[in-house]
């Protein structure tokens, strides 16, 4: 087996991958946690700043889950095969409402009626609360293990994927995008809106802390291999300590009006709730909860060497094209939303 | 009574593995078939717009500004939608052939990680320039993003492309592994990329998409020329796009030919399907139209005897494999659908060649915007070379069946087997409410645009043009 710096190369496609589903949840949590907010603004003008602030990059941040979804299939065939299987419906309804939800966007501006607008104020934030929810439910599901046998066939039914712990999981999701969202919006805006949106941010932010204590008293006590790595590897601490302290950070730059600050520390929490996520689970990526011999993991679900190699060097050259152009695109549309004729 | 009953028996043992294969290909195919209207648009047009821009650039002359700036505005409702249905597309084989991702995940991994890396990303990264940056940026800046946007259009083209083709001819693989766990495995890159269909199967795709994107703007152009709008504007956009047309149409013929020629030495049974030649070993006939019977093995048609016998071999009295010559179970069963797709495309592609020689004629005699019935046609046009791409995917995959990967992997093998055919029909259902949406918005949208039409010079001036046009500093 080949190694890069004492790794193997299906270690390092597992990092790749953890870092584009980072960089996804970091960018599109915020216009799904805006999205999700999105009804409580009550004037047409609120919506449409609101609107317009998540416009020229919402669809840029899904690109992220396009190469997501790519490096999946490419590095990790076998995870990429049994877990959109398994969970036929929850993926169904994420795609469908992916396509709805853009279609709210757009559809929303073309016509200046009342219920017209106000019909896809609903559908637009409907939309992005079930995106939020159903990538909660499949992350709750993979932190937990599936139902799956020997030939890593699915044996579970789709009640299984509404368990009680996926569910809180889901909420918890939906409760640090609200958070960014708000945080993000509230960076973008000013005036009355920017007054409104000081306090939901404040709201969101309770929400939050109150899920993530809760999830990780419930993960400690209930799935407890969650936490056997860092039993083993004293060090991982430090990731735990770290999410801990920039969750402080948060409250502590939103209590100073620093709200870039607390922006790019909701980012980092993000960020870190993945990685520890990431930490517990390897070198699984999906377990069985039939019998943990039957779980995906780095080694039994990669590709080849020759064929992880290749990709390897395409992220090398790839990823930090994909991140120039997403900063560049941020840096050209930086500052205040300003409502024109070009504009949602 | 007892028909009813007779008939719920009927419905309830047909849910099973047969049912969930097939509502998947329908599934599968509609999907894809929806999103295929407009990756070619966004490829033709692509080139168009990089025509339009750097005539600009050239002769700075405001009326390819102003044809330009329309094409873009165009351009990112078509991508929207081709992004939207796309990501739809990368999951699905995740969701319901996950026997087929497990064994082509290490071949076909690794170009779809290069669509999404380079292509995808180089294309979405200047789209925002391409949109929102002419005040923003130069104008050479601006038209390297289009080149960009064009040219990431087309890598979208090749890996996927690239994919396909070594669905149809393996190469660079090796198999590992047995039963459940079997799978192919990479051995050559290079080998891979171009195995024996990429390059003619590619250059038929991306013309074809030439094709779809120089004929929409036949399309609204000569819609404004009969209307009598922007007429300067339009002829020149007209006279633009019909030269890809023309150029486009002709080249189709070379790499359809080339395309068939793989066809006929790589997958033979869909050659015969594609003539519905029955027989073991005999020379073979080209129909210029014609319907095959499945039984009797006849097709009623025209034909021109011993044609493709010719075709292939160059020779009118060479026999040609015909599909008894296969086994029943490694043969398409769809042959009559086949045949139609094929020669539906065939038909299309000879009209194109024909519209557009007559009216690069007809321009050449300066007489080309004369002829409004020409134009009439022009406008309606637009949805030959759209018929002629998906007619000739049709035929191409249905071609292919029973192999998902060609004689590697059969379609029936290749399904998720924890999937069930009410989930399948569960997802179908809301894919067509959700694709007709979005349809009616697609044409909601476009209508609304070419109504508006190209944006006057005044309206311009504010953005771009004022610092660039030394007559208005």
């Not at chain 2, 029955?278 to 021109?304: C, E, F, H, P, R």
Request: proline share 3%; net charge positive.
């Amino acid at each position: 087996m080949e190694t890069i710096l004492g790794l193997n190369l299906a270690t390092w496609w597992f990092l790749v991958i953890g870092g584009v589903f980072s960089g996804y949840a970091i960018l599109d949590g915020f216009d799904l946690g805006a999205g999700a907010l999105h009804l409580f603004f009550n004037k047409e003008e609120s919506r449409r700043k609101a609107l317009n602030a998540i416009g020229p990059v919402w669809d840029g941040n899904e690109v992220w889950l396009v190469i997501g979804g790519g490096a999946l299939f490419a590095g990790f065939p076998v995870v990429y095969a049994t877990i959109f299987s398994a969970f036929y419906e929850p993926f169904m309804v994420f795609l469908i409402t992916l396509i709805f939800r853009a279609i709210s966007i757009e559809f929303r501006s073309k016509e200046p009626m009342l219920w017209w607008r106000k019909g896809w104020d609903i559908s637009y934030s409907v939309s992005s609360i079930i995106l939020t929810l159903s990538l909660g439910l499949i992350l709750g599901n993979i932190i937990q293990g599936i139902a799956l046998d020997q030939n890593f066939i699915y044996k579970g039914t789709l009640a299984d994927f509404f368990n009680p712990y996926a569910v809180l999981i889901a909420f918890t999701t939906l409760s640090l995008f609200m958070m960014h969202g708000a945080i993000y919006l509230v960076m973008k805006t000013e005036n009355r809106l920017y007054a409104k949106l000081t306090i939901i941010v404040k709201n969101t932010t309770i929400f939050f802390v109150v899920m993530f204590s809760i999830t990780s008293v419930i993960t400690l006590l209930f799935v407890p291999h969650m936490a056997e790595r860092y039993e083993e590897v004293p060090y991982m601490f430090a990731f735990p300590v770290l999410a801990i302290l920039a969750v402080v950070n948060i409250t502590r730059q939103i209590a100073k009006r620093k709200y870039r600050y607390a922006f790019m520390s909701s980012a980092v929490v993000t960020a870190l709730l993945m990685v520890l996520v990431a930490v517990g689970l390897f070198p699984n990526i999906i377990l069985s909860s039939i019998n943990s011999a039957y779980s995906i993991t780095v080694h039994n679900g990669s590709s080849t060497d020759k064929s992880l190699k290749i990709i390897l060097l395409f992220a090398v050259i790839g990823v930090p094209i994909v991140a120039t152009y997403t900063t560049f695109v941020f840096w050209t549309f930086r500052g205040k939303v300003k409502l024109d004729d070009a504009s949602y | 009574m007892f028909r009813i009953r007779l008939g719920l028996k009927f419905a309830s043992s047909n849910i099973g593995f047969m049912n969930t294969e097939i509502l998947s290909r329908i599934q599968f195919a509609f999907t894809i078939a929806f999103h295929y209207i407009y990756p070619p648009l966004s490829i033709g047009l692509g080139v168009v717009m990089v025509i339009m821009e750097g005539l600009y650039l050239r002769t700075r002359k405001p009326i390819y500004e102003q044809m330009t700036r329309f094409w873009i505005r165009i351009f990112a409702l078509i991508f929207g939608i081709g992004v939207a249905t796309g990501i739809v597309m990368e999951f699905e084989f995740g969701t319901n052939w996950a026997v087929y991702s497990r064994y082509v995940g290490d071949i076909f991994g690794s170009a779809l990680a290069a669509e999404g890396i380079f292509a995808f990303a180089l294309e979405s990264g200047f789209l925002g320039i391409l949109i929102f940056g002419w005040n923003r940026v130069s104008p050479r800046v601006h038209f390297f993003a289009t080149l960009m946007v064009a040219l990431g259009s087309m890598f979208s083209a090749i890996w996927i492309v690239v994919a396909n083709s070594w669905q149809q001819t393996p190469a660079g693989y090796r198999i590992e592994g047995e039963g459940m766990k079997a799978r192919a495995v990479i051995t050559d890159f290079w080998e891979m990329v171009f195995n024996p269909s990429s390059i003619d199967r590619l250059s038929h795709v991306i013309i074809g998409a030439f094709l779809a994107g120089s004929f929409l703007v036949l399309s609204v152009n000569a819609y404004y020329i009969l209307r009598n709008r922007h007429l300067a504007i339009a002829k020149s956009g007209f006279k633009i796009a019909l030269v890809v047309a023309t150029v486009s149409a002709l080249m189709q013929l070379f790499t359809g030919h080339r395309s068939a020629d793989i066809v006929a030495r790589h997958q033979p049974a869909k050659l015969a399907a594609f003539e519905g030649h029955y027989d073991s070993l005999a020379v073979a006939d080209m129909y210029l139209m014609g319907w095959v019977d499945n039984k009797t093995q006849k097709v009623t048609g025209i034909s021109i005897p011993a044609g493709l016998s010719f075709l292939i071999h160059q020779d009118f009295k060479a026999p040609v494999r015909g599909l008894n010559a296969f086994k029943k179970e490694d043969r398409p069963s769809g042959v009559n659908f086949v045949f139609q797709t094929y020669h539906l495309m065939v038909a299309i592609g000879i009209t194109l060649i024909g519209l557009t020689t007559l009216a690069s004629f007809l321009w050449w005699r300066g007489k080309l915007f004369e002829q409004r019935w020409l134009l009439h046609i022009f406008a309606w046009a637009v949805l030959l070379p759209q018929a002629a791409n998906q007619l000739g995917w049709y035929s191409a995959e249905v071609g292919r069946q029973p192999w998902v990967v060609y004689n590697l992997l059969r379609t029936s093998d290749a399904l998720s087997q924890s999937l069930k055919a009410e989930q399948v029909i569960f997802s179908l259902i809301m894919f067509t409410w959700v694709y007709a949406l979005l349809f009616v918005l697609f044409l909601y949208l476009l209508n609304k645009k070419i109504k508006h039409g190209f944006m006057g010079y005044d309206e311009m001036i504010p953005e771009y043009s004022k610092r660039d046009n030394p007559l208005l500093k």
